[in-house]
C-alpha cells in the first residue's frame, strides 16, 4: 500500500523569500515521486520527478526537491518566491514496481504576499 | 499532436440521468488514468488502462460508473444514475512506459448535477 501526505494545506510567504512545501510518503515499494502545480483554472503541470537516480532533484521555475529516504520525506523548496507561484502544489508517489495506482496529496495552496 | 484532450469540458445535468465523458491520450502513450477532483483536494484515483485493459479500479468507482478503453486509444468514463455527490473534475492522464514517466493531463471535464 502507499500514501502520500502533505503536511500543510496552505502555506504563505512573502515574495522574495524561500519556500519550503512538505511531503511525506509511505510505500511498499521504491516509489518514484512528482511534484506537480496547478493554477487556477489551469490543468496540472509536472514541476520535477525523482525516479532513484540523484536524491536533490531540480525542477522548471526554480523549484527543486530532496529525496530522504530514511524520513520518507520529499519536501519542495525554492530559494526565492515570486508572484506567479502562487498555485496549488500536489505531491505525489507512484510505485516503481507492483501496483498500479499514482496517488496524490490532498494538496499545499501556496499564497505569495507581495 | 496536442496533448490529452477531454469532451466535454463542461456538462450540466439532472440527478439521476447518464452522462458519459471522452478521453482521447497522446496517441503513444499505452497507460491511461482517470481521476476525480473536488473543489479544495487532490486527485482521486478512479481506474487505470494498459492499452485497453482495464487493470485497476479504486472502490471510489461505484457500480455507476464504468470506464472503456476500447482498442487501446481513446477512453469513455460513463456515470449512470448521476447524484449529487458525483459533482466534480474528472481528470484524464495519459503516460508512455512505465510508472516513472511523467503523466500528462488533460483540462478535465467538469460535471454538475442539479
Known amino acids: 500500500a502507499q500514501s502520500v501526505t502533505q503536511l500543510d494545506s496552505h502555506v504563505s510567504v512573502s515574495e522574495g523569500t524561500p519556500v519550503l512545501l512538505r511531503c511525506n510518503y509511505s510505500?511498499?515499494?521504491?516509489?518514484?515521486l512528482f511534484w506537480y502545480v496547478q493554477h487556477p483554472n489551469k490543468g496540472l503541470q509536472l514541476l520535477l520527478k525523482?525516479?532513484?537516480?540523484?536524491?536533490l532533484v531540480k525542477g522548471i521555475n526554480g523549484f527543486e526537491a530532496e529525496f530522504k529516504k530514511s524520513e520518507t520525506s520529499f519536501h519542495l523548496t525554492k530559494p526565492s518566491a515570486h508572484m506567479s507561484d502562487a498555485a496549488e502544489y500536489f505531491c505525489v508517489v507512484s510505485p516503481n514496481t507492483g501496483g498500479f495506482k499514482t496517488i496524490f496529496g490532498a494538496g499545499t495552496r501556496l499564497f505569495v504576499k507581495a | 499532436d496536442t496533448g490529452v484532450s477531454q469532451d466535454p469540458r463542461h456538462k450540466i445535468t439532472k440527478r439521476g440521468q447518464n452522462v458519459t465523458f471522452r478521453c482521447d491520450p497522446i496517441?503513444?502513450?499505452?497507460?491511461l488514468y482517470w481521476y476525480r477532483q473536488t473543489l479544495g483536494q487532490g486527485p482521486e484515483f478512479l481506474t487505470y488502462?494498459?492499452?485497453?485493459?482495464?487493470?485497476?479500479k479504486s472502490r471510489l468507482l461505484s457500480d455507476r460508473f464504468s470506464a472503456e478503453r476500447p482498442k487501446g486509444s481513446f477512453s469513455t468514463l460513463e456515470i449512470q444514475r448521476t447524484e449529487q455527490g458525483d459533482s466534480a473534475m474528472y481528470l484524464c492522464?495519459?503516460?508512455?512506459?512505465?510508472?516513472?514517466?511523467?503523466?500528462?493531463f488533460g483540462e478535465g471535464s467538469r460535471l454538475t448535477v442539479l
Open positions: 492522464a495519459s503516460r508512455e512506459g512505465g510508472y516513472t514517466g511523467e503523466l500528462f
Open positions: 496517441s503513444e502513450h499505452n497507460r
Open positions: 525523482y525516479t532513484s537516480a540523484a536524491t
Open positions: 510505500s511498499s515499494y521504491s516509489p518514484s
Open positions: 488502462f494498459q492499452n485497453e485493459a482495464q487493470l485497476e
